[in-house]
């Protein structure tokens, strides 16, 4: 028997191989080509960059495109679109098992083609539409679109529109799961070319309103690049009863007062996973949900008192917690003392300053997060003499103060750290950004057993473990 004949082994190969590679197997050795190419292009990128004096290349391309066409079943446009633009139509005929489709950029001559695209492909359960193709396409064409793909779970659209115009989405596709990327404006209706509002604000207000209320959807997951003013988050959440996970790309802005009421009410029950990316102090907000709702919680800021009212009231069943904006206090360690459930926690994702928690403020107790997968934190280095010494480092600190350290020698506060690593059985994901390539390499040294580490200067493994937050 053929190996590849078994799908598993067939799937991990083509995942550990590049794109060049497998097709170099599949010149070397003609019986596998038929094996890879369904894998090959299981999942299909167009070219960010592609120069247009490259004839030849946009010739091959064009050419795999049109030829393997039927085995494509995701489908990213990320550019190159001059090659997609050039091609036949025969090829859009030829794609008719699309699960994805998402575009991040388009060609304005393109609009019918790629409408044409949408629709027949009747299994879509992801689509993605860019700032201004969603907008152009007018409202009609996108609801009688969500309408005809019944299998459609997740959707994401880039240009504002109106809390009525999301009701009659979430109504036109009532088995939506995940809506990302939504600009909500407060305006109540918003006109198309198909309708053209005559009522009065009092009338169009009432209709929408009883609009919401009617409209039943399983929506669990809403990411919103921009909320403009608390009644289109009132009006949101109406339509949304059973959220799960709540992302805020934006600041909350005028809704903070809404949203702190909406959780106080109960309206938000079901909410277990909060996403906060812009940079604030969200300590009312963190008082204002109900202890031990949070299971993810991701949130920017450098607030110490926002740090300790999550762990006070959330910490016993946080799964996941990340800290972009927090990096260099010491308190960041108290995660590892009151977060048992803990299977995630980063801080400081982006920090580009010298700036690092104290490793010896992480050997002050006992951890509790004996589950811990990923841990990225950005942790400093020991030098020097202390004012505050943990209790277990008092006798070998008292050795080691009196010879010289050498350099990028690990100190005893590292190793001590180290051998705590060593006693998280479920550890696969470390990353310290520590800035010397010279140091990363001697903390790998001491904790063979992780499979994946991060350090700066050394390359990242290519499955990041944040990607999906």
């Known amino acids: 028997m053929n190996p590849l004949d078994i799908a598993e082994l067939r799937l991990y190969v083509a995942n550990y191989l590049g794109f060049e590679d497998v097709k170099t197997c599949a010149l070397v050795c003609r019986s596998w080509y038929w094996y890879f190419q369904p894998l090959v ?3 299909f990128s167009t070219p960010s960059h592609m120069d247009a004096d490259d004839t030849t290349r946009q010739i091959a391309l064009k050419d795999s495109i049109q030829n393997n066409a039927h085995w494509i079943r995701h489908f990213h446009v990320t550019g190159g679109i001059g090659v997609l633009h050039s091609l036949p139509d025969t090829w859009l005929e030829r794609c008719k098992s699309l699960l994805t489709i998402r575009f991040d950029v388009y060609h304005r001559d393109d609009l019918q083609r790629w409408n044409r695209l949408i629709r027949s492909n009747s299994g879509l359960r992801k689509l993605g539409l860019p700032s201004g193709l969603d907008r152009i396409v007018n409202d009609p064409h996108v609801l009688a679109i969500l309408k005809s793909h019944s299998q459609l779970r997740e959707l994401r659209l880039s240009s504002p529109f109106s809390i009525s115009y999301l009701t009659r989405i979430l109504q036109a596709s009532p088995r939506l799961l995940k809506l990302f990327g939504v600009h909500l404006t407060d305006e109540l209706d918003k006109p198309s070319d198909e309708h053209v509002q005559t009522e009065g604000s009092t009338t169009a207000t009432t209709r929408t309103t009883t609009e919401m209320a009617s409209t039943t959807c399983v929506l669990q997951h809403l990411d919103l690049a921009r909320l403009d003013g608390r009644p289109a988050l009132n009006h949101l959440i109406a339509c949304t009863r059973h ?25 938000l029950r079901h909410l277990v996973n909060l996403s906060l990316d812009k940079e604030d102090d969200y300590i009312n907000l963190i008082n204002a949900i109900p202890d031990g709702q949070l299971r993810m919680l991701k949130v920017r800021t450098s607030s110490i008192l926002c740090l300790s009212a999550i762990l006070q009231r959330h910490g016993p069943t946080l799964e996941t917690l990340l800290l972009p904006g927090m990096h260099g206090c010491p308190e960041l360690a108290q995660v590892m003392y009151r977060c048992p459930r803990l299977k995630v926690f980063g801080s400081g994702q982006g920090v580009h300053d010298d700036t690092h928690a104290d490793v010896r403020a992480f050997l002050y107790g006992p951890w509790v997060c004996r589950s811990l997968e990923v841990l990225s934190v950005p942790i400093g280095l020991f030098r020097g003499n202390f004012t505050s010494t943990p209790p277990i480092l008092d006798d070998a600190l008292a050795m080691i103060q009196i010879r010289p350290k050498r350099q990028f020698e690990p100190a005893v506060a590292e190793l001590l750290f180290m051998e705590r690593l060593r006693q998280l059985e479920k550890l696969w994901f470390v990353d310290f950004v520590v800035q010397e390539e010279e140091i ?11 499979t994946n580490y991060n350090g700066r200067g050394l390359q990242r493994d290519r499955l990041d473990p944040f990607s999906s937050f």
Request: proline share 0%.
């Open 41 to 43: 292009w299981h999942t």
């Open 243 to 267: 959220l799960e996970t709540l992302s805020f790309q934006d600041s909350i802005g005028a809704c903070r007062s809404s949203l702190i009421r909406l959780f106080q009410e109960g309206r």
């Open 440 to 450: 990363a390499l001697s903390y790998t040294s001491q904790v063979e057993v992780l």
